[in-house]
Every structure is written in C-alpha cells, then in structure tokens.
C-alpha cells in the first residue's frame, strides 16, 4: 500500500513539474513575440478583432491611465498586492463575497490561461502564475501584454482594435481623455461604450484624469524606459 501511494505522489510530481517546465518555456518564448491567442480569446462569444501594438508605439498616458484606473502599485508589488487581498479577504469574512484584488499582473495571467469567475482555485492558479510572469517576463512586457490582450468591448481584445473600433484611429494617436475612456471600460467591458457613458462612468473618466495627473509622468518612468 505504501509503494502504491509512493508511485501516485512520483507521477503527480512528474506531472506537476513537466507542466511546470513547460509553463516556463512558454513564458520564455513569448516573452518576445506577440501572443497569437489567450485562453480568453477562445472562450469569447464574439467573434474576436485583436491588433497587437508594440508599448514603444503606445502612448505612455495610455498605459497610465490603465495603472491609474486598475492598479496604482503596480510599479512596486510583486505581482500581488497584499494589502488589497487582506482587505478583499476581511470583506469576504464579512460576507461580503469573493472580490477581485486583482494586480494587472494577475490579470494578464488569468487572460492568457484561466477563464473567469471568483473561485478560490483559480484565485490560487491566478496568483502563482502571476509571480511566474513577474519573475520571466518583467514589469515593462508585462503591461504590453496587458495592453494587447485585454478585452474592451465584445470579442475586442488589445488597445489597437479598441481604438480602431472606437476612435477611428490608432492607439498611437490616442488622446489622455480617449485613454482615461478606454481604461475606465476594463471591469465591465462588453457592457460600456466610451462614446456612450452614463452620468456615473463619465465621474469615473475625471476621477481617473485626476489619478494620472497625481501619479505623474513618472510614475512609469522605471518601466517603460
């Protein structure tokens, strides 16, 4: 019996580190190419418009309208934030739910991988691969990633085809209030229009100008330069 259950623990573990090791090497490759899918994309009921944009060519107000409005610490965590899971964790013990906490690194790695929903296990699987990302990829290719594969609108993944869509325009061309715009749809996205906004996300879109002109030009600078 206690052969048995050591054979069962030696294949879980092969398993759990060839899928490991794999991970890795995916991580690596892209790392430098565009990515062709996510796991979001495939699920999409909609059909999918995604335009990948190098982060060189994409205004550095647009990437900080997404950290303004989605995650503030995003320069300085390591891929989680604590403060905001402990804070998520005592609302949840209130019984409040299971609420998001999410770091853009966590969100990346829930778009490339997993599928939606607020479940421990994928919460768990979100924040281990949120710290592979971190350690492979690095913050700058990270935020590109992000930027490219997001969902802002049905079956509309990436800045380049939100702009397109939206704007008429490229997002190399967007505006800081077309940012603020954008970045304001990404909780909600195949629900809002930023040419169509209700009394409360337009407070939104001035709420996150005020939080770029806070945070500042430099608050990327480490990033992106």
């Known amino acids: 019996m206690a052969k048995r259950k050591r054979s069962i623990f030696g294949w879980i573990w092969l398993i759990t580190w060839r899928a490991a090791l794999l991970l890795v090497l995916v991580l690596l490759l ?16 909609y059909p999918v418009t995604q335009k990948w944009i190098s982060i060189d060519k994409i ?6 309208a997404v950290v303004a409005s989605e995650d ?3 320069p300085s965590h390591i891929g989680l934030d604590f403060a905001s899971i402990r804070k998520a964790l ?6 409040d739910g299971l609420r998001g906490a999410s770091t853009i690194t966590q969100q990346t790695a829930k778009n490339l991988f997993l599928w939606s929903g607020r479940s421990f296990t994928r919460k768990g699987m979100e ?19 992000y930027l490219n594969v997001a969902e802002f609108g049905q079956g509309i993944y ?9 704007f008429n325009r490229s997002a190399s061309r967007l505006s800081k209030n077309q940012a603020a715009k ?22 939104r879109v001035i709420w996150v100008e005020q939080q ?6 430099g608050h990327l600078k480490s990033i992106l330069n």
């Not at 205004?59 to 900080?64: D, E």
């Not at 924040?127 to 492979?136: C, F, N, P, S, T």
């Not at 996205?189 to 040419?195: F, G, I, L, S, Y």
């Open 59 to 64: 205004p550095s107000h647009m990437a900080l």
């Open 212 to 217: 770029m002109q806070q945070l500042g030009t």
């Open 127 to 145: 924040a281990m691969l949120a710290l592979g990302l971190e350690g492979v990829w690095g913050k700058k290719r990270i935020l590109e990633v």
């Open 72 to 74: 503030q610490r995003f």
């Open 30 to 45: 892209f790392r430098f190419v565009p990515l062709p899918t996510t796991a979001f994309m495939l699920q999409s009921p």
């Open 158 to 166: 990436g800045v380049e085809a939100a702009s397109q869509h939206y």
């Open 90 to 95: 005592e609302q949840y013990n209130d019984g």
């Open 182 to 203: 954008l970045a304001i749809m990404l909780p909600s996205p195949r629900t809002r229009n930023p040419n169509d906004l209700t009394f409360y996300l337009r407070q």
